[in-house]
């Protein structure tokens, strides 16, 4: 079942109901103000910094679900509804929701009225822009009262859900006009405020919570929406809130809007005011003055389809495939942006209050952004890397304002140093840009600390290089990329997860998932060291490779696939030898991605394994048999249900390892096949089972071991997005950056007659079309650019600017 269609030629996903099975959103914002709104008008909103800087209040795991947002109400005659449905759930005569790059429309009608809600968050601005458009589509004319409604957040949201001794006497406003100033905190700070606005004037206004919506009624039933209008109220202390309200009549078939705004200003950090609470309006008239009209509105949305279009035509498809096109044009490049600037702080399911950036994950996520702004992605590797530790370890999380370490969540997640170079190659192989290397890095932010990148990559190479444990398999440490298999926690604290802070590497837990990663980055290592006249180094990188790649396809190596790990107490994980989590997915997809077990014929093994064992019609699950008991000496895996999370649910972030294992192995069939399962426009017509977003991935899908087998949880920010996009682009329609230039090499169904990809690659438009003739799955028999055959798959570099017409032929 649907909720809703893809509207390609917008570039929109139109939703048709307000019943969606779960709130459905859209990011709005991609530099520094972001807006997250649902589809009936749900939402918040926060400069840079869900946790330190939000401004208005959400509340997570409420019920009814979804009740704080970006609201609009209409009073029409004691009918009281929102253009959205939320919060009133007054019937609509109609509805539609359209989620588009960087905006949503919301539009409502009943008895005649029609009203529409258009959100965005514009380039270069610190704000919201809500425009409301009402309609009289009757032949009489109609008198409507129309509310804005807010409520703000006292910055902190950490502290404002818990420390209401205080912040029930912090909260001030100041009313000028239209504008309503949220200015809690600028008495001590003086740094920055908040104001909402509306470009017409005001019948009357609300900024007390209570005064708005009564203090037992709230957002479905504001006392002041039902009494037709506000009453000047002025919050001191308790919930700051902006309600405008305007009385207006539309002619029969009349047309009004207003404009509506939300913004942050910060002011220099240098700068003092005279007397503390008075804030400088300035900045707020001079941002207000910026959206006055429809026109400035319109020039600014068309600032903002301009802006996309160029991101997005740096890769654009054509397969014959509309569901494939849809997704790597569009849907999956939109989510790499939102998982690169959210990385996983802040969504219906990340609280913005309690991740903030992940290492791994956003050195992941770099994987799918890259090619969009390279800019952008230099300057999120050089943050990343200030957070390692001077032996190539790193903190897990750092917080995006401060872009300090995160001391709660600590280190010690064995990984984490690989995932550097597997985000700095990437940067590298797109740009070519070698000047990065040589840029002085702190490490833990302590700039006498600091050294060039490259010899942060180094210690992240060395860190797994002197980390190996008894099977000369990289120690585990308090997790790898699999945060849930908690190998050392249990000699601790017992029963605990990673959560726990303190060291908690142990010398005996190791992980077959590292050694593949070892394998697959330190050979990108290797390659950056010969690139940068550093043969020695590069030769004595390979000889530890080599030496980890044995112990994997030994001590690793469970007979049929890899095995998952080694526990502190010397026994294998995800063995035939165990009980329950006899096999994993995660090292499968990254040994074989490494190419490890590829002449051995154990890598055709291991990927035979987990089709067989793993596969599912909604895609391959985590591990089997699944968990059914807690175990103290696997940690937080085992705390989830069976069929839910790491135990057992189809995480959906290693399904493209596996896909692009396949095609390493030159099985296009097989790859496209994983890929469609999870692939949300493959899977659109069971929303009512999946329930998230049909066009967006979630973080895991039940697996075929819990009760609701199918059903996806906590979308939109998940690794997959980058992993998805970098598999079907680089992996499946095979177009590679390579250090060396451009390097095109499919891995196709059989079924697939050819496709056309254009690709901008520093600075050069390349117009790549490949045919498959002979119907095969990889191979390439030729290859012409601008008419002439060239050897080998590898295109020339061409000079910025020029366009480049290339013809592969497979076979
Ligand atoms: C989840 C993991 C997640 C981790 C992060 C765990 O409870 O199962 O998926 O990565 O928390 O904090
Ligand atoms: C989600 C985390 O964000 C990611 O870093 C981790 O690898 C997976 N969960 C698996 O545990």
Request: charged residues 25%; aromatic residues 12%.
């Amino acid at each position: 079942m649907k909720f809703g269609h893809f509207d390609d030629a917008h570039r929109e996903y139109v939703i048709d109901t307000p019943r969606t099975p779960l709130p459905w959103i859209n990011y709005l914002g991609s530099e520094d103000f972001f807006s997250l709104v649902s589809n009936t008008g749900g939402g918040y909103s926060f400069y840079r910094d869900a946790r330190l800087r939000r401004i208005t209040r959400y509340r997570y795991n409420n019920s009814p679900l979804d009740m704080d947002g970006h609201r609009i109400y209409i009073n029409d005659g004691g009918t009281i509804w929102n253009p959205g449905w939320q919060p009133t759930k007054t019937e609509l005569d109609s509805y539609s929701c359209r989620h588009g790059l960087g905006y949503t429309i919301l539009t409502g009608e009943k008895n005649g009225i029609r009203a529409q809600q258009e959100l965005f968050v514009p380039r270069g601005d610190a704000c919201e822009i809500d425009r409301l458009t009402l309609e009289n589509k009757t032949d009489a004319p109609r008198t409507l009262d129309v509310f804005s409604y807010v409520e703000f957040c006292l910055w902190d949201a950490m502290d404002d859900s818990s420390n209401f001794q205080r912040n029930f006497s912090t909260g001030e406003v100041e009313v000028v006009g239209s504008a309503i100033y949220h200015k809690t905190e600028y008495r001590e700070r003086r740094d920055h405020y908040a104001v909402f606005w509306a470009n017409t004037p005001v019948t009357s206004f609300d900024t007390s919570r209570d005064a708005f919506c009564g203090v037992y009624g709230g957002p479905a039933e504001p006392e002041a929406v039902k009494a037709g209008h506000c009453s000047n109220s002025v919050a001191h202390g308790w919930a700051p809130v902006g309600a405008h309200h305007f009385h207006l009549t539309l002619e029969a078939g009349e047309t009004k809007t207003i404009l509506f705004g939300l913004g942050y200003i910060e002011n220099p950090v240098a700068e003092k005011f005279t007397a503390p609470g008075v804030i400088n309006k300035a900045r707020a008239e001079a941002m207000i003055a910026r959206y006055a009209t429809d026109a400035q509105v319109d020039e600014a949305r068309k600032a903002l389809a301009a802006h996309w279009d160029d991101l997005l035509s740096a890769l654009q498809l054509d397969s014959g495939d509309e569901k494939l096109d849809r997704m790597v044009n569009l849907w999956h490049q939109y989510q790499c942006m939102v998982t690169f600037n959210m990385s996983r702080s802040a969504s219906y399911y990340e609280s913005g209050i309690g991740r903030g950036m992940g290492f791994r994950d956003s050195c992941q996520d770099l994987l799918g952004f890259v090619h969009m702004i390279p800019e952008r992605a230099r300057s999120r590797i050089l943050d990343i890397a200030a957070t390692q530790f001077e032996d190539g370890s790193a903190y897990h999380q750092y917080q995006p304002l401060t872009k300090k370490g995160n001391r709660d969540v600590g280190t010690g997640f064995n990984d984490d140093p690989l995932w550097l170079i597997a985000g700095t190659a990437a940067y590298l192989r797109e740009t070519g840009d070698y000047s990065i290397l040589d840029e002085s890095v702190a490490f833990d932010n302590d700039e006498s600390k600091a050294q060039p990148l490259m010899e942060h990559l180094r210690r992240s190479f060395n860190f797994t290089r002197t980390h190996l444990g008894p099977h000369g398999l990289p120690l585990i440490g308090r997790a790898d990329w699999n945060d849930c298999l908690n190998l050392n926690c249990f000699s601790e604290h017992p029963g605990e997860s990673f959560q726990i802070t303190g060291p908690s590497e142990g010398p005996v837990a190791e992980s077959v998932f590292i050694a593949g990663m070892f394998v697959k980055y330190g050979e990108e290592y290797a390659d950056l060291c010969g690139h940068r006249g550093l043969p020695d180094e590069a030769a004595d990188a390979r000889a530890a490779i080599a030496q980890v790649e044995q112990a994997a396809l030994t001590a690793g190596w469970d007979g049929a696939w890899f095995r998952r790990a080694y526990d502190a107490f010397g026994k294998p994980v995800g063995s035939k030898e165990c009980d329950e989590g006899q096999i994993f997915i995660e090292p499968q997809g990254m040994c074989v991605m490494a190419g490890i077990g590829k002449e051995t014929g154990q890598a055709e093994q291991a990927l035979k394994s987990v089709e067989e064992r793993l596969d599912t019609k909604y895609g391959v699950v985590l591990l089997q048999p699944a968990y059914t008991t807690y175990r103290l000496n696997l940690g937080e895996i085992s705390s989830y249900p069976p069929g839910y999370k790491e135990n057992a649910g189809i995480f959906c972030h290693n399904n493209p390892w596996i896909s692009c294992a396949e095609t390493v192995l030159g099985h296009g069939d097989r790859a496209f096949e994983v890929y469609k399962k999870t692939c949300p426009a493959y899977i659109e017509d069971i929303s009512d089972i999946h329930r998230t977003e049909p066009y967006v991935y979630s973080q895991m899908v039940a697996g075929k071991d819990a009760p609701t087998f199918g059903e996806a949880k906590n979308s939109w920010l998940t690794g997959t997005a980058a992993w998805t996009f970098f598999n079907v682009s680089q992996y499946i329609l095979g177009v590679q950056p390579t250090l060396d230039g451009l390097k095109i090499d499919p891995c196709i169904p059989h079924t697939l007659p050819g496709f056309t990809v254009t690709r901008r690659y520093r600075g050069a438009v390349y117009h790549i079309r490949v045919e498959n003739p002979a119907a095969v799955q990889k191979g390439v028999k030729r290859v012409t650019v601008n008419g002439k055959t060239i050897e080998g798959n590898v295109l020339p570099l061409a000079p910025a600017g020029e366009t480049v017409e290339v013809t592969v032929v497979m076979g």
